[in-house]
């Protein structure tokens, strides 16, 4: 059998690259172009074994328009009534809501929402990427628009931000914000974080003796969910920076 010729840096064959998108197992990926449902740039390719870049290469796959993303970071406005747990229980799991490809590539949450909890989302395959986004030592700011049961006080906030103590660490943990939103008395509070731990908005919520009755995780890092985007829809991020602080 002859060599296979060394390809260019960033290149792949055409069903490499479908594979590598989460079109299907190999020989899958290899049917798709031999039965000519396979375009590239508007083009139908039906020769596996084509060369092209393996990223930002605009597909048509089976009347699927995709534009391929060697590692995918993608946000997603999350609805109520879904878990982000790989292996979900009660509760439809946030992968539902992906196409396919992206189903089998396992991507994985940046973070956890509760079942309850809607907003953004952010989900990726790229390990580097998220573990900066989920390390405390990067100081990701996340912020959540909170209904609370009862009014929120200047004295709650204050209490927020200097640390409030968990009943599963001694160490207190407090909000880098916490502030009312709306004129008035109000049971509106905006409150950014920068760790991550279990139910964190609704135990430190407690703790200055009030209730979480409403929760929404608004803005990642510099990225805010955009308005246009609506409940349960997803959108690729082209470029990861602007998550980062």
């Not at 990926?29 to 990223?55: I, M, R, S, T, Y």
Request: aromatic share 4%.
């Amino acid at each position: 059998m002859a060599k296979r010729p060394r390809l260019p840096a960033g290149h792949n064959t055409l069903d490499q690259i479908l594979f590598d998108q989460g079109f299907g197992e190999r020989r899958v990926c290899e049917g798709l172009v031999l039965n000519g449902l396979v375009q590239v740039n508007g083009e139908v390719v039906d020769d596996p074994d084509a060369v092209f870049p393996e990223d930002r290469l605009s597909l048509s796959v089976d009347g699927m328009p995709w534009v391929t993303h060697v590692k995918a970071l993608i946000m997603l406005h999350k609805p109520a009534g879904y878990e982000c747990s790989l292996k979900p229980g009660a509760w439809p799991g946030v992968h539902n809501l992906l196409p396919v490809p992206l189903r089998r590539r396992g991507l994985q949450p940046v973070g956890r929402l509760d079942q309850d909890t809607t907003g953004l989302l952010l989900l990726t395959d790229d390990g580097p990427l998220l573990h900066k986004l989920t390390s405390p030592k990067h100081h990701v700011p996340k912020v959540y628009e909170v209904t609370c049961k009862h009014p929120v006080t200047s004295v709650m906030c204050e209490k927020l931000r200097k640390g409030v103590v968990l009943d599963d660490d001694p160490a207190p943990v407090h909000a880098d914000a916490a502030e009312p939103v709306g004129e008035g008395e109000t049971c509106h509070l905006r409150l950014t974080l920068l760790q991550g731990k279990y139910h964190q908005v609704k135990r430190m919520v407690a703790a200055v003796s009030n209730r979480v009755e409403g929760l929404h995780r608004s803005q990642i890092g510099r990225l805010t969910l955009p308005d246009d985007l609506a409940p349960g829809q997803w959108r690729w991020i082209e470029d990861p920076a602007i998550v980062l602080p």
